[in-house]
């Protein structure tokens, strides 16, 4: 019993994500900031569309085996992001280069290079709605 106990003690802490927080910052972010920034910062409101599906498919699933182990930060989530974002850019770019037409990845390749921008923005806003919306049962790390 002792062992199990010591074994726990040594492990990192383990938050539950609220789904419906969790489902609503990931959608909220970028719409919020596609909303405020369209006029204040004359970004294109389409950036939401062609960034939103990337963001969602690769953010989702980064974003809560972070959040299982860490409390929602906006700055190491917007790292976090850049981070991820720069990873898919270099795999795409990677692939763009061995294939025999470049000409079908640089579309893609310009959205996530966009993204190196547009997805740390997202990400704090995603981590400081998810702070907000989240019901307090979740902020404590669970004792398992």
Same mark, same amino acid.
């Given at each position: ?45 389409? $950036? ?5 599906? &990337?963001?969602?498919?690769?953010? #989702?699933? *980064? %974003?809560?085996?972070? +959040? !299982? @182990? ?32 470049p ?9 996530? $290079? ?5 997805? &740390?923005?997202w990400?704090?806003? #995603?981590? *400081? %709605?998810?702070?907000? +919306? !989240? @019901? ?9």
């Amino acid at each position: 019993m002792t062992e199990i106990t010591a074994q726990n003690a040594r492990s990192a802490p383990r938050y539950i994500l609220d789904p419906v927080a969790f489902a609503l910052a990931m959608v909220g972010g970028p719409v919020l900031i596609g909303l405020l920034g369209a006029p204040l910062l004359l970004i294109p409101s389409f $950036a939401v569309i062609i960034g939103g599906i &990337p963001y969602l498919v690769i953010g #989702t699933p *980064v %974003l809560a085996l972070y +959040l !299982r @182990h860490n409390p929602p930060q906006p700055g190491k989530i917007a790292l976090l992001a850049f981070l991820a974002d720069a990873a898919v850019l270099l795999l795409v770019s990677i692939v763009a280069s061995n294939s025999g037409d470049p000409s079908d990845t640089e579309l893609a390749t310009l959205a996530l $290079a966009c993204g190196l921008v547009f997805a &740390p923005l997202w990400g704090a806003t #995603t981590a *400081v %709605l998810y702070r907000r +919306l !989240r @019901h307090p049962i979740y902020t404590h790390p669970c004792p398992l």
